[in-house]
């Protein structure tokens, strides 16, 4: 199979969708990879890189697109990149198109068959193409969050651990997850005083023994919401519906509630975002401001540190990739239902159902396509 990496477009991102070691495999299995010329150049490494391992360097991204059968990106494709794409090419790579309608309508125009990272499961109904990521936007989360709320950021200027004499900051996790989960274990760590909502009593439980009762473990419902948010300086908002929109957890009368200076961190707006006041923003412009609170809805988190991202992202999805490559989509997926849950679009049809319910379209089966 040719298998095509463009250079990511989207505003500082800078991870690829394949390392070197990811795309040596690819050509030992037979598969012939080629990469946009400065793909990898946001990790540090040039073109040589992989060229010193078999692939082919392409000079433009309209290359990639024209000649590949496969894409393998790490951003959900641009409108741009979206109109190259066409019918009978397969895509790998995160799409999040629950609160996109012009990416789930261009992909659709195009016929590409498209699979996204964040819905392939694993065992449990774990989703382990997106949990790398998830590990590294919760603990960004923290550390953006603690940035913020320094005075010259437009925060309350108090610091996460305090020092002796001083109360450190008080930190609201909503969501026990991989994402809340990572980003508690960086509050703690930075000394600040944790409070983590979640609805399952069997995660907080785990989470209670995990962090050894230093962080407040707390059931979630829409009262411990409020006024864990109203007395925190920092939240973080770390719910996730798979494949879905995010739910609104925290209102826009919570968010006039909440102390002048604090910070609220939206990890979920990849998904639309779990507070009624956010809009996604860029690494470039990251926050703004809503009645005296600072929103950091950053869309691409771990596209601050590519180098730790591209290669624990290649790490979860080079099996998928090599078993797509040796086997075609179809027989991959006959043969793993996890993967199976990962296709979101083919030929012109929506197959991933909340998707389908969230933008009021139609909702195809994928089971009955690789029949």
């Not at 083919?346 to 994928?366: F, I, M, R």
Request: charged share 20%; aromatic share 4%; net charge negative.
């Amino acid at each position: 199979m040719k298998i095509g990496v463009p250079k990511e477009i989207k505003n500082h991102e800078y991870r690829v969708g394949l390392s070197p070691a990811s795309a040596r495999e690819l050509i030992a299995n037979g598969h012939e990879v080629t990469i946009a010329t400065g793909a990898a150049a946001g990790i540090g490494l040039d073109d040589n890189a992989y060229t010193a391992i078999g692939a082919k360097i392409a000079a433009s991204n309209e290359a990639i697109y024209a000649d590949s059968e496969m894409i393998v990106k790490v951003k959900e494709p641009q409108p741009d990149e979206c109109r190259q794409l066409r019918r009978g090419q397969l895509l790998f790579t995160y799409l999040h198109l629950a609160p996109d309608a012009e990416q789930t309508r261009l992909l659709l125009e195009s016929g590409v068959t498209a699979v996204a990272y964040e819905t392939v499961t694993g065992p449990g109904n774990s989703l382990p193409l997106l949990a790398p990521m998830s590990e590294v936007a919760g603990r960004l989360a923290a550390q953006a969050g603690a940035h913020c709320l320094e005075r010259a950021q437009g925060g309350c200027g108090v610091l996460m651990g305090g020092v002796p004499g001083t109360e450190p900051a008080k930190v609201l996790v909503i969501g026990g997850g991989v994402v809340g989960q990572n980003a508690a274990y960086i509050a703690r760590g930075m000394g600040a005083n944790v409070t983590i909502l979640d609805r399952s009593i069997s995660k907080l439980r785990e989470l209670d023994i995990e962090f050894q009762g230093k962080a407040n473990c707390v059931y979630s419902t829409t009262e411990s919401i409020e006024r864990y948010a109203i007395e925190s300086d920092l939240v973080i908002g770390a719910v996730l519906i798979p494949g879905a929109n995010a739910p609104k957890l925290i209102t826009r009368e919570i968010i006039s509630k909440m102390k002048p200076g604090s910070v609220v961190v939206d990890v979920a707006i990849d998904q639309g975002g779990c507070f009624e006041t956010s809009k996604a923003t860029t690494h470039q412009d990251p926050t703004f401001v809503v009645d005296g609170v600072v929103h950091y809805c950053v869309a691409n988190m771990p596209g601050a540190v590519p180098q730790t991202s591209t290669y624990a992202l290649n790490n979860a999805t080079l099996p998928f990739t090599l078993a797509m490559a040796n086997l075609g989509w179809k027989g991959a997926m006959q043969q793993n239902a996890d993967l199976l849950h990962g296709l979101n679009v083919h030929d012109g049809k929506l197959t991933y159902q909340a998707v389908a319910a969230a933008q009021g379209l139609e909702y195809t089966d994928p089971a009955t396509l690789i029949k």
